[in-house]
C-alpha cells in the first residue's frame, strides 16, 4: 500500500523594524516589553522558502536549512509545532472526512536567498515561512494576526513577516500572550515607493545572539526603561502617522533616532554589547552628510542587532542616495539595479577618503517595500525519500 506524503510550500519574507523590539517581559511567550514597527522588504531579494511535508512513514520531526541538518527539538521549535498540530486537531475533529495527520512528524526543507544569522531578520523570515507552510498543509484559517501570535513563540519579529508593507507588533498586556500580535498599518500599495539598500558588512554569525542580548540589557541598561516608558510609546504613534500620511522626512528622522537609541542600551548594557563596528558607524557619517548636503532628509539608516544597515529613502530621490553610496561601494556586486549612469551629486558633499569609507561591506543589496508570505509551488522535498531535493 502506497502512504501519502502530504506538503505545502510557502515563502517568508524579511522584515527590518524602524522602530525596534527589544526585551521581554516574558521570555517563554516572546513577550515584548514594547511596541514595534517595521517595513517588510520583497522577496525577490530577501525570502525564505519553505516546504512543510507529513507522513505516517516518518519518525520523527525533522528541519534542514539550506541543506544543512538542524534541530527542531528546541523549546521554541517544540512549542511552535505544538501549537500548529492543536489548531490541526481542533479542525480534524470537527470535519471527519479530514485525514487525521496532525500527529505525523513533519519534514520540513528550507532555503535563504541571504546570509543566515547574520543580522538579516533570518529567524523572521524563516519562522514566517514555517509557519505559513503548516497553515496551508494543514489547511489552517489563514487570520494572519491569529498566525502571528505562533510565529512570535518562535521568533519574537517573525510575527511582523506574516504581513507585507508596513506593519506593527503590538506587545499587549495580557500575561498570557493573546493581545500580543501583529497587525498590518498599511500594505504595500499604500506607499509603493519606499526603496531600501542593504550594506552587508558582516555575514558571520554574530558575537551576542539577540535572545541573550536582550536579556543582558533588561537587567543591566539603567536608559533600557527610559526607553520602553517615555521613548517608544511617542514615537510608536509618530511613526505610525507619518506611515499613514507618506512622511518621508518625519519616518526617516524617527527610524534613525530610533536605531541610535537601540544601540544606546546595549551600550549602557553590562558588560556593554557592540553590535555596530567601525564600518557601521562611517555609513552613518555617509547618510548624515548625504542629507546635510541634500538639505532635507532623503535617506534614513537603521542596524537591527548586527552591523549591516539598511538604508532607506524614497524612489523619487534614487539618483542621489545611490548615486553616493555607488560611489563608495560601485566595487562591489549588487547593482544590477541601479544604472551609474543615473547618478547625481550634491556640489556640497565633502571630499572622502574612498579607501576609508569603502572598506568593510561585502556586497549590497538593493530592494524594496514587500509582500507578506505567498503560496507557491516549488516543491523542496523528495516525497519518495522525505528528505531534501
Not at 500580535?181 to 531600501?196: C, E, L, T, Y
Not at 536582550?214 to 520602553?228: A, E, G
Request: with cysteine; hydrophobic share 40%.
Amino acid at each position: 500500500m502506497t502512504v501519502e506524503t502530504y506538503y505545502a510550500t510557502s515563502t517568508g519574507p524579511v522584515n527590518i523594524a524602524t522602530l525596534k523590539y527589544w526585551g521581554k517581559r516574558d521570555k517563554d511567550l516572546n513577550l515584548p516589553t514594547n511596541n514595534s514597527i517595521s517595513v517588510t522588504l520583497d522577496q525577490a531579494d530577501l525570502k525564505t522558502l519553505t516546504t512543510a511535508s507529513c507522513s505516517a512513514t516518518f519518525k520523527e520531526d525533522a528541519l534542514w536549512i539550506n541543506k544543512q541538518s538542524y534541530s527542531l527539538d528546541t523549546p521554541r521549535s517544540k512549542q511552535v509545532l505544538a501549537d500548529l498540530r492543536s489548531l490541526r486537531s481542533e479542525i480534524e475533529t470537527k470535519d471527519d472526512s479530514l485525514p487525521k495527520i496532525a500527529h505525523f512528524k513533519l519534514h520540513i526543507v528550507s532555503e535563504n536567498n541571504f546570509p543566515t544569522a547574520a543580522g538579516l531578520a533570518s529567524s523572521a523570515a524563516g519562522f514566517a515561512a514555517l509557519i505559513s507552510a503548516i497553515a496551508k498543509l494543514y489547511k489552517l484559517p489563514t487570520d494572519a494576526s491569529e498566525l502571528s501570535k505562533i510565529a512570535r513563540k518562535g521568533s519574537g519579529s517573525a510575527c511582523r513577516s506574516l504581513f507585507g508593507g508596513y506593519v506593527a507588533w503590538e506587545m499587549g498586556s495580557l500575561k498570557n500572550g493573546e493581545d500580543s500580535k501583529a497587525v498590518q498599518i498599511a500594505d504595500k500599495n499604500h506607499w509603493p515607493d519606499i526603496k531600501a539598500a542593504i550594506l552587508v558588512v558582516s555575514d558571520l554569525k554574530k558575537d551576542v545572539p539577540s535572545t541573550s542580548g536582550m536579556q543582558l540589557t533588561v537587567k543591566t541598561s539603567d536608559l533600557f526603561q527610559h526607553r520602553i516608558k517615555e521613548v517608544v510609546p511617542k514615537r510608536y504613534e509618530e511613526m505610525k502617522n507619518a506611515i499613514l500620511a507618506k512622511d518621508f522626512p518625519t519616518f526617516a528622522e524617527l527610524t534613525m533616532k530610533d536605531s541610535n537609541s537601540f544601540h544606546a542600551v546595549c551600550l549602557d548594557s553590562y558588560p556593554p554589547i557592540f553590535y555596530l563596528n567601525d564600518t557601521s558607524k562611517n555609513i552613518i557619517k555617509l547618510i548624515n552628510l548625504l542629507n546635510e548636503a541634500a538639505g532635507e532628509i532623503i535617506a534614513a539608516y537603521t542596524f537591527d542587532a548586527g552591523p549591516n544597515a539598511v538604508i532607506y529613502y524614497e524612489q523619487k530621490n534614487e539618483a542621489y542616495v545611490l548615486g553616493m553610496l555607488h560611489k563608495f561601494f560601485s566595487h562591489l556586486e549588487g547593482w544590477s539595479k541601479f544604472n551609474a549612469a543615473d547618478s547625481k551629486f550634491f556640489e556640497s558633499f565633502p571630499v572622502l577618503d574612498k579607501e576609508i569609507y569603502s572598506q568593510g561591506v561585502s556586497r549590497v543589496i538593493l530592494t524594496q517595500v514587500g509582500e507578506g508570505p505567498t503560496e507557491t509551488e516549488d516543491v523542496l522535498i523528495d516525497l519518495a525519500t522525505g528528505l531534501p531535493k
